[in-house]
Structures are given as C-alpha cells and as structure tokens.
Nanobody
Framework: QVQLVESGGGLVQAGGSLRLSCAAS????????MGWYRQAPGKQRELVAS???????TYADSAKGRFTISRDNAKNTVYLQMSSLKPEDTAVYYC?????????WGRGTQVTVSS
C-alpha cells in the first residue's frame, strides 16, 4: 500500500516562492509517474507537473517557466519548486503516484497566494 504525505504549503505573497514535498511510503518503482495536481475552489482538479523515472517531465502551460518538478528515487520523494507565484495559483495541491495503473493520492496541502 502506498501512502503519500505532502508538506510545504502555506501563505505567500504574489511573486514569492514555495517548495512542496511529497514523501511516499511503500514500494515505489522508479518507472512510476509521480506528480502534482491542484484544485481551486469551484474548479476541477488539474495536472500541474509530473515526472517519470528517466526524469521526463510534463508541465501544465500555466506552470511552464515558473515551476520545477523533481524526484529523489532513493527517498521516494517528489518536489515541486514554485516561483513567481500568482494569486491564480491558489489551490489545494495534491501529490499523485501512478503505479501499475493504480492512482494514489495524498490529502493535499493548501497554497494561498495573496495579491
């Protein structure tokens, strides 16, 4: 069983930075995709960024150039470095692991960007 615990959320002013971390317990294969999604009030959950074993990354257009995803396979941890934050980045950010067709989710961490 895979469990995910996010940390690093908080309140930041526009233009600021935050680094989210997600620690996974259980066996995570390096080939599995690890990523971050977010959900703002009244909106659907959306992909922010994902990374697979060979460091192939995918970013939402809104995240390109401002966010960087990385993973440490030895620590079963995925990170999301967010810079130049905007009020529209305000959301609950969820960690996700997709392994052998099964999606695992963390409980989420709130990111609030004030203008």
């Amino acid at each position: 069983q895979v469990q995910l615990v996010e940390s690093g959320g908080g309140l930041v002013q526009a233009g600021g930075s935050l680094r989210l971390s997600c620690a996974a317990s259980g066996r995570i294969f390096s080939i599995s995709a690890m990523g971050w999604y977010r959900q703002a009030p009244g909106k659907q959950r959306e992909l922010v960024a994902s990374v697979i074993s060979d460091s192939t990354t995918t970013y939402a257009d809104s995240a390109k150039g401002r966010f960087t995803i990385s993973r440490d396979n030895a620590k079963n941890t995925v990170y999301l470095q967010m810079s130049s934050l905007k009020p529209e980045d305000t959301a609950v950010y969820y960690c996700n692991v997709n392994q052998w067709g099964v999606a695992y989710w963390g409980r989420g961490t709130q990111v609030t960007v004030s203008s």
